[in-house]
Structure formats: structure tokens, C-alpha cells
């Protein structure tokens, strides 16, 4: 995000003597790489410390049986690096969006090419769920011990907390969808206004390829303070991919279509919520924040607008 993804080809760098440019990497499939990429990266470590909590520190001994509170605090704090480091990755080919909800909302209110857009949420789901596959292989034995000394069995109702490690389900007390619902749209709001906000070249930067850190900072904060409603998906992709990876390990209508007894059918409410929810925060942000800097004649940041080309463009 915010990283220039131009390449100067007039200068050769360390490492780069001798490297094939295949046609596709040049295009708009290098970009859908990167996606698929630095998704599969957020997923890995995002899912990952999720199975620690729930299974791996208590099957292997190193902590006690059961979630408690603290491990909150865990899983707020690695999902933030995990998409500090998800950016970072694929920041300097596609601009990082690892999000259909920011994908969406670039093209809404940013020129992101609306032609774009599906093949990017096409990897932004595949590498989640590639990662969802790579996370239950690394963890299969904790997760199938925790299940059998807990009497777990797969799709039952029982199975919501190891399902958990994967994708994310509503809190007991909502007895409809319109409470989860609002809270992935107050959520993804608050996620792309905030981003909106680190790289607007109108208001006050992150420079120093500081960008993915203060995004990762913004996902912990909203994991801490609106994540235990609903589990804070506030993107399509990191639920809708390990969801379908996790239905097709046995969890069957817990994953697809989310049936938990107080909200059934809750699929779409991780899918829709963020995609609504990243529209209003891209719209209030430019209505109260950056078209207030433009109509005050504020100008651009020079370095911000070179850097903010973080596509590269289609090959005739």
C-alpha cells in the first residue's frame, strides 16, 4: 500500500543478473501473485496463532486447556503482524490490498481499474485458502487430539471452537444477523477510513515505508476493541477461503453455510458486511478528511503521488 511498484530496468541490482521476465509477471497476473501471496502469508500467521490458542499450546503441554483472555490479547497482536507482513510482501507489486472490501473501495474512490478487481479477490480468496490447507497440516495432530480429549466431532455443534482456528462465527448473545452484520460494517469501516488516512497524499503520510506497520497497529486495534462480537473477519477473503477449506475437512454446516442456532446461514454476513462497511468508511473519509484538504487547497505530497502508483499497467 503506497509502495511504488514501477521498476527502473536501466540499473542492474544485486540478485537480479540472470532473472527470466516471464510475459504473465508483467501483467496483471504478477499483481494476482502477489495477492494470492501476500495473502496466503496474512492467513498463515493469522490462523496460525488462532490453532495455537485453541489447540497446539494445550495438546503439547506448553499451557493450559481451554481459551482464556490473554490468548485474546495473542491473537489480536499476531493477527496485526500478519497483515503488517502480508503488506510489506506484496505491497510493491499490487499495493497489498489482501482484501476485497479495500480492493472495492480503491475502486470506488481511488481509480483502482474496476477490470481489476475480480481477479484480484480470486487470489485474495485462494491464497487464504491455500493457507487454511497449510495451517490444518501443520496443526492436524494438536487439533485432532484436542478434539478427542474434549469428544469433539466435526459439524456438530461442539465443533464451533476448533472450526474457530479458521473462520469466525457470531457471539452467543445475538439472537439475528443484523447484529454481526453491523459489526463487520463498523469495523471494515473503521479498517479503510484509517488506511484511507496512511496513504492519503493529502493529509499527513507514513513515510518511510512505515505504511504496513501502522495498518497492522490499526487491525490490533480494532481485533482489541471490536473483535469478540463477531471475530473481526472485516475482509472477505480471510473468511470466506479458510471457511470453505474448513467445510471440506468435515465441519460441514458450521463452516457452509454457518448454522450456529442463533444465526443461521452466516456465510454472507462476513462477505457482505465488510464490502458495505469498506464503501462507508471510504466515503466519510473523503468527505470529512481529504475533499476538506483539496477544497483548502492543500496540495499533494510530490513523494506520495510518485509512490502511489503501485499497479503496473497492462501490456498491449
Known sequence: ?????????????????????WRWQQSTWGEAGAEFLGTFVLIMFGDGIVATCVAGLSQSGRGELGFNSGDWILITFAWGFAVMLGVYIAGGVS???LNPAVTFAQALRRGFPW????????????GAFVAAAVVYFNY???IGSFEHVEHIHRGSSNSVGTYSIFATFPAEYFTSWFGPFMDQVIGTALLVGCIFAVIDEYNAP??????PFIIGLIVVAIGISFGVNAGYAINPARDLGPRLFAWAQGWGKIAMPGDYG?????????????LVGGVIGAFVYDLLIRNVLIARGVRPDPEMVEEAQTTIEEED
Open 1 to 21: 500500500m503506497g509502495q511504488d511498484a514501477s521498476a527502473d530496468t536501466s540499473r542492474s541490482y544485486r540478485g537480479s543478473g540472470g532473472t527470466r521476465r
Open 140 to 142: 492436524r495432530f494438536a
Open 115 to 126: 477490470n481489476k478487481v475480480p481477479l484480484y479477490v480470486v487470489a485474495q480468496v485462494f
Open 206 to 211: 507514513t513515510k518511510a515505508n512505515l505504511a
Open 95 to 97: 499495493g497489498a490490498h
Open 262 to 274: 442463533n444465526v443461521n446461514t452466516y456465510f454472507w454476513i462476513p462477505i457482505v458486511g465488510p
